[in-house]
T-cell receptor, first 112, second 114 residues
Framework: DQQVKQNSPSLSVQEGRISILNCDYT??????FLWYKKYPAEGPTFLIS?????DKNEDGRFTVFLNKSAKHLSLHIVPSQPGDSAVYFC???????????FGTGTSLTVIP | DAGVTQSPTHLIKTRGQQVTLRCSPK?????VSWYQQALGQGPQFIFQ???????QRGNFPDRFSGHQFPNYSSELNVNALLLGDSALYLC?????????????FGPGTRLTVL
């Protein structure tokens, strides 16, 4: 039961351009969402989050948008840099916060 | 301030064997969660430990068991290993009581079952 889905396994973007990573969810009870970034041989690291009471959260080059009616969120990276090349996971915790559901990830390659 | 640490880094076992993986949480964190990440997949929740008790469990068989020690470190045990247990096992820690919205991950243990 895949409650969080990332339908694009990979994405390539030129350096300096915008990267847009997408995520869909099925559980309408989710009220908080996170993006994690993962480099090879490392664990996922927290990148940015958004509460369902907002539709946008911005942190430097990273912005997450949430469309609750569509059960869709997206991560925008502007401008993209080669160091952004990694696998990005979308995640959502249960309402107790004890269990996180992760998407399958999108591998981003930023081409210099 | 040490982050989440896991040992060993890599492990090779054969089918039917048993394995124990270890995790030390980030300083100040008392809750430990374990995830399995198969190749090409996202992390799948195995279980979470808080105050030395299993607080929540995902959809994994009883072959997967765990333990949390008084110093908050944790072990994941897998019995009767199957080929399908080959994966990256991730440990995540968070500050404990009540809801937490961010988990901090260790680098993982790569388990290969032959």
């Amino acid at each position: 039961d895949q409650q969080v889905k990332q339908n694009s396994p990979s994405l390539s973007v030129q350096e300096g351009r915008i990267s847009i990573l997408n995520c869909d969810y099925t559980n309408s009870m989710f009220d908080y969402f996170l993006w994690y970034k993962k480099y090879p041989a490392e664990g996922p690291t927290f990148l940015i989050s958004i509460s369902s009471i907002k539709d946008k959260n911005e942190d430097g080059r990273f912005t997450v948008f949430l469309n609750k009616s569509a059960k869709h969120l997206s991560l925008h990276i502007v401008p993209s840099q080669p160091g952004d090349s990694a696998v990005y996971f979308c995640a959502a915790p249960t309402n107790t916060g004890n269990q996180f559901y992760f998407g399958t990830g999108t591998s981003l390659t930023v081409i210099p | 301030d040490a982050g989440v640490t896991q040992s060993p880094t890599h492990l090779i076992k054969t089918r039917g064997q048993q394995v124990t993986l270890r995790c030390s949480p980030k300083s100040g964190h008392d809750t430990v969660s374990w995830y399995q990440q198969a190749l090409g997949q996202g992390p799948q929740f195995i279980f979470q430990y808080y105050e030395e008790e299993e607080r929540q469990r995902g959809n994994f068989p009883d072959r997967f068991s765990g333990h949390q020690f008084p110093n908050y470190s944790s072990e994941l045990n897998v019995n009767a290993l199957l080929l399908g247990d080959s994966a990256l096992y991730l440990c995540a820690s968070s500050p404990g009581e009540g809801r937490t919205d961010t988990q901090y991950f260790g680098p993982g243990t790569r388990l290969t079952v032959l």
